[in-house]
């Protein structure tokens, strides 16, 4: 029933920024929770950032912080991922997710719903 869209990915040089967008459909998104992970190739799913249904809460992955910032524009339906001082490392396909009941977590399983994901890539 939920339908999620990411836009924003793309080739960039390290040191660079990026502004991943997760546009969802629905008219219930404000009491979404919504959190990105990313995967690169050989490597397993990993956490980046959650924000629960208000905005007011947020988390992210240790390595990010300082670096990535998640926010949402409810009036527009959309999460963001704002990706600064982007290393080679950062390189990955990234997926937006939505956990209808509204809390915020780490743990991929309590999201419901997820996007198709959308390239980033940091050269050196």
């Known amino acids: 029933q939920v339908q999620l869209v990411e836009s924003g990915g793309g080739l960039v040089q390290a040191g660079g920024s990026l502004r991943l967008s997760c546009r969802a459909s629905g008219r219930t998104f404000s009491s979404y929770a919504m959190g990105w992970f990313r995967q690169a190739p050989g490597k397993e799913r990993e956490f980046v950032a959650a924000?629960?249904?208000?905005?007011?809460?947020?988390y992210s992955a240790g390595s990010m912080k300082g670096r990535f910032t998640i926010s949402r524009d409810n009036a527009k339906n959309t999460v963001y991922l704002q990706m600064n001082s982007l290393k080679p490392e950062d390189t990955a396909v990234y997926y937006c997710?939505?956990?209808?009941?509204?809390?915020?977590?780490?743990?991929?399983?309590?999201?419901?719903?997820w996007g198709q994901g959308t390239q980033v890539t940091v050269s050196s």
């Open positions: 997710a939505c956990n209808p009941r509204g809390i915020a977590t780490t743990t991929p399983g309590a999201y419901g719903y």
């Open positions: 924000v629960d249904w208000s905005g007011g809460t947020t």
